[in-house]
């Protein structure tokens, strides 16, 4: 069995990267990979070049994605100084746009944190209940998946009423 941390740290990407909650199968593939080693390149590359990534995100100018990854970890717009400061990092090579997500996380403080938190926590519910209930989590499931998640914010009320919305 994975670590928390591990599972918490494989939420955060789906969260990051796709909008979404992770599929057992994934969740239980890149927490035991976290379990594994502390370098993440192989994974930021994995999930920044999935195909899902680019299917639903490659068409995007670099300012799009930026602000999309913000949008699905906390649910608004970068400021025009922190879009700028990741612009900089993928014009000048300083970073990749697969490593720019895992950035914007780990940089994450006060409300942002709070809502990046309730998201991965009702992510952790949503994939719970897919696997202990064998629900279909498919291709048309998705879009669900993501508004589920996009309703969470900083507040524990959104909490509550997102794992209601699973469990139910």
Do not use: C
Not at 15 to 38: N, Q
Not at 43 to 57: I, M, P, R, V
Not at 91 to 99: I, N, P, Q, V, W
Not at 150 to 161: G, L, Q
């Amino acid at each position: 069995m994975a670590s928390q941390a591990s599972i918490d740290l494989a939420q955060q990407m789906y969260v990051a990267y796709y909008g979404r909650p992770a599929d057992p199968g994934g969740l239980a593939y890149w927490a035991d990979v976290f379990d594994a080693t502390s370098d993440l390149t192989e994974a930021l590359a994995a999930f920044g070049n999935a195909s899902e990534f680019t299917d639903n995100f490659g068409s995007l100018s670099n300012s799009d994605l930026v602000t999309n990854l913000y949008q699905q970890m906390y649910g608004h717009a970068p400021d025009p100084g922190g879009l700028e400061f990741y612009l900089g990092r993928i014009d000048s090579g300083a970073a990749t746009l697969a490593s720019i997500a895992k950035q914007i996380a780990d940089g994450s403080l006060s409300d942002d944190l709070e809502t990046l938190n309730n998201r991965i926590e009702v992510a952790n519910t949503f994939t719970t209940q897919v696997e202990t209930t064998g629900a279909t989590y498919a291709t048309e499931n998705i879009a669900d998946a993501q508004a589920l998640l996009a309703a969470v914010d900083e507040t524990e009320a959104t909490v509550t009423s997102g794992k209601s919305e699973v469990t139910t």
